[in-house]
Nanobody, 116 residues
Framework: QVQLVESGGGLVQLGGSLRLSCAAS????????MSWYREAPGKERELVAF????????NYVDSVKGRFTISRDNAKNTVYLQMNSLRPEDTAVYYCKANHYATSFWGQGTQVIVSS
């Protein structure tokens, strides 16, 4: 049974930090590219960060470059998103996604709220 379970969300003040985790099970994690998406109220879901299967490549949406870092630990089947210098516009539900060619899985999401 495939599972992606996000954790680490919460309420944080402007300028604060959070570390999101996404624990995977039920599939061969190491061969999947992993992404973090977010969906803010009234907005479309957007890709925030991506990391390749063995971590050699990562990409970020411009709005988080220099503030967020995606990483993965294939031994623990977990992908992380370190979020620093948080802003109110980072408020959203954050989802992790696994994909390998045409196959993809989504987690259930974790809420991040940044207060000013």
């Amino acid at each position: 049974q495939v599972q992606l379970v996000e954790s680490g969300g919460g309420l944080v003040q402007l300028g604060g930090s959070l570390r999101l985790s996404c624990a995977a099970s039920g599939f061969t994690f190491s061969i999947y590219g992993m992404s973090w998406y977010r969906e803010a109220p009234g907005k479309e879901r957007e890709l925030v960060a991506f990391i390749s299967s063995y971590g050699g490549t990562s990409n970020y949406v411009d709005s988080v470059k220099g503030r967020f870092t995606i990483s993965r630990d294939n031994a623990k089947n977990t992908v992380y998103l370190q979020m620093n210098s948080l802003r109110p516009e980072d408020t959203a539900v954050y989802y992790c996604k696994a994909n390998h060619y045409a196959t993809s899985f989504w987690g259930q999401g974790t809420q991040v709220i940044v207060s000013s």
